[in-house]
């Protein structure tokens, strides 16, 4: 065998959605009409370092977008909140507004992230656009069955849309509050297989640590 002809690569392949799985989103109205594709996001010029609140880079990018390019972008992504959120009901954008987009480019689906705040009490949240990816899909409908987390996606054509899963990312809690004495470890570890058998199973794929949300819930 040559050398050249040896190609390693890490990523999982993106596969289509095919008619079976489409008829099963149609079935339990996972599907929708987006009144912008994944692709659509793609049409910026060039992007600066997404950093955090202590100037570290969180190896996001900021798409930086043409002015009559980012207002129609971010009218349509309200949009698509609402859709995913109160199926299409736009009540719930009228006081919302989209403040940040950025792009993740060593992702497998190289996802948009997109955080929407609430002017009134500055209250936000954040929401992911994909490339439509069938085993994510039915990662994420496994999820939604075999675990108690409800998983909230709709999808249409080349396009996924997810929610954002509130908690603290796995290596920042590992590197931050691991130690913690109100912390049951026995818990955290058993949360931590179990999770990490349910992503096997549901083919989730892609899980790096910060990946892994940690949802501090105390017990009752």
Not at 81 to 103: M, P
């Amino acid at each position: 065998m040559k050398e050249d002809d040896v190609k390693i690569s890490r990523k999982k392949p993106i596969f289509p959605v095919g008619p079976g799985l489409l008829k099963y989103l149609k079935a339990y109205q996972r599907d929708a009409k987006l009144p912008l594709s994944y692709f659509d996001l793609l049409s910026f010029q060039e992007t600066i370092p997404s950093l955090d609140k202590f100037g570290n880079d969180t190896l996001w990018e900021i798409p930086l977008y043409p002015p009559h390019i980012q207002d129609v972008l971010y009218d349509q992504l309200k949009i698509v909140y609402a859709q995913l959120k109160a199926s299409g009901n736009t009540r719930i954008v009228q006081h919302k507004v989209i403040e940040k987009i950025e792009f993740c480019a060593f992702g497998n689906t190289h996802p948009f992230r997109v955080k929407i705040v609430n002017r009134l009490n500055d209250v936000y949240d954040y929401f992911y656009i994909k490339q439509a990816d069938a085993s994510r899909i039915y990662g994420l409908e496994l999820e939604e069955i075999v675990s108690p987390n409800q998983v909230n996606y709709i999808y249409d054509k080349d396009t996924l849309v997810e929610e954002h899963i509130v908690g603290i990312p796995g290596d920042t809690f590992a590197k931050t509050r691991m130690e913690t004495p109100d912390y049951n470890q026995t818990r955290i570890a058993k949360e931590f297989v179990k999770f990490n058998e349910r992503c096997i199973i549901s083919m989730l794929g892609d899980m790096r640590a910060y990946n892994f949300v940690m949802q501090i819930t105390p017990d009752f």
